[in-house]
């Protein structure tokens, strides 16, 4: 069935909802023949392809946790076998993303899903107000392994047909010390590059704003600025605003994204509290339901948010928790005019995991790398502000050790790389003595990261 429908703006409900039950059906036609994962599952439930009967029978499907997948992500991409054409099983790229081991967790992407990825990602842009007169600054880091953030920003671009310009920021490569940009570097690549749009970590972006006004710098161009949504409330809106605002920058629309790997794009805003549009109606779908008994919550109330793809050939999931409780609506957005699903107000984390400096870190690969040190008797890492009065300057982490009598004048350099490598952040390191209260006044449920950030 080709699409001539717009599924973002379409007016036509009927054709829209005809379209996601034909591609849900042709969904689980392909997972109960080829997906080895809900193959094995479905077999101990019980169901087969007869039981589920359209969109409607979605909810015999049973909820899939982020543990269930980085236990064995493998087990989530199809199986190749019966596929008629190459480009649906040929691997385009393969995304990383935190695993409950610490360990990053690959998401598959093929030839079929590289297309609609470039797809979603230009509706992403369109829901922002991009147009082909705009340049993209991508001010998101190099990784240590392929994450959808920096890719697809310059995939993005490519979809629209527009200008990017990478600026690299972060670490430079002791490799090849030409890759990577320090802050002042940055500055001066903003400047250059004229682009009309900031697209980073929200952190990172005032952090830069704050050293171009430093220096004189000047970035009257930009008009829209994307970032990622954690912690990022009304009052950093307005801080941002401003700071661009001084920067030369007229009326710079902050455009926030709930984005997650398992999308390879982004539920953005249209406007200023206007909600996370799910950008792709043709591709995912969206629920809510209870926390805890997993019965479906109504709509415009806070629930778990489950993802079910409903186009992909890669990895694909069904009823995949991804972690956060939010209030979905799918309401027509008054503002865009989108018939899709939303998300009001920001996501919150159910599962343990922490966002520092705009990576998803799992406190575990943090004590998995710190227990490895024989020179370490005990530590507490501690998350906070870099400026304790302000809650919108950059994310820190500490790591506060009570080293061993004969430790190593190179320890802290050494678990400075250690956790880097495990969870991405690089700590500071403090040390402490072993009577201090923060060591020996804390229960037996302390957590190895204390989150001081609120
Ligand atoms: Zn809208």
């Not at 527009?162 to 030409?178: K, S």
């Not at 990022?232 to 920067?247: M, S, V």
Request: charged residues 25%; proline residues 6%.
């Amino acid at each position: 069935m080709s699409t001539t429908i717009d599924p973002l703006f379409t007016s036509d409900v009927a054709q829209l909802t005809a379209l996601r039950e034909q591609r849900f059906g042709a969904t689980l036609d392909r997972v109960f023949a080829a997906h080895p994962y809900y193959r094995r599952k479905f077999v101990e439930l019980g169901l087969s392809r007869g039981d589920v009967h359209g969109l409607a029978g979605l909810r015999k499907l049973p909820i899939t946790t982020k543990a269930d997948y980085v236990a064995e992500p493998d087990a989530f991409v199809l199986s190749a076998a019966d596929a008629a054409d190459h480009a649906e099983t040929v691997v385009w790229d393969v995304m990383y993303t935190t695993g409950s081991s610490g360990k990053p967790t690959p998401f598959v992407s093929t030839a079929y899903d590289f297309v609609n990825i470039l797809a979603l990602n230009r509706n992403m842009m369109r829901l922002r107000g991009v147009t082909t007169s705009d340049t993209i600054l991508n001010l998101f880091p190099l990784t240590r392994y392929p994450h959808g953030a920096f890719a697809r920003a310059m995939n993005a671009a490519a979809a629209m047909n527009i200008p990017v310009v990478a600026a690299l920021p972060g670490h430079v490569n002791e490799r090849q010390p030409e890759i990577g940009s320090r802050l002042d570097e940055v500055v001066a690549i903003a400047e250059r590059s004229r682009a009309t749009i900031l697209w980073g970590v929200p952190t990172f972006i005032r952090k830069m704003a704050a050293r171009a006004e430093q220096l004189g710098a000047k970035l009257p161009a930009v008009r829209l600025v994307f970032v990622t949504g954690e912690g990022f409330g009304d009052a950093a809106r307005k801080d941002l605003e401003d700071r661009l605002q001084r920067l030369g920058a007229t009326a710079p629309f902050i455009s926030v994204s709930y984005g997650a790997t398992e999308m390879q794009g982004g539920m953005v805003e249209c406007a200023p509290g206007a909600g996370n549009h799910n950008p792709a109606p043709d591709q995912f779908l969206f629920e809510a339901v209870d926390p805890e008994t997993y019965a479906p919550v109504q709509d415009g109330e806070e629930g778990l948010i489950l993802l079910t793809h409903l186009d992909r050939r890669g990895t694909v999931m069904l009823r995949y928790a991804l972690g956060d409780v939010a209030r979905l609506t799918r309401e027509r957005c008054h503002h865009c005019g989108a018939l899709t699903e939303r998300l009001m107000g920001m996501p919150r984390r159910t599962d343990g995991l922490l966002k520092i400096k705009g990576m998803l870190v799992n406190p575990q690969a943090l004590v998995d790398a710190v227990a490895a040190e024989a020179e370490v008797l005990e530590f507490q890492a501690i998350v906070a502000k870099e400026d304790a009065g302000d809650p919108l300057s950059m994310d820190r982490l500490v790591l506060k050790i009570v080293p061993a009598a004969r430790a190593g004048a190179d320890l802290a350099e050494r678990l400075q790389r250690s956790v880097q490598k495990a969870i991405g952040v690089t700590p500071a390191v403090e040390q402490i003595a072993a009577d201090d209260p923060l060591i020996s006044a804390r229960g037996w449920k302390a957590k190895p990261i204390l989150d001081l950030r609120k």
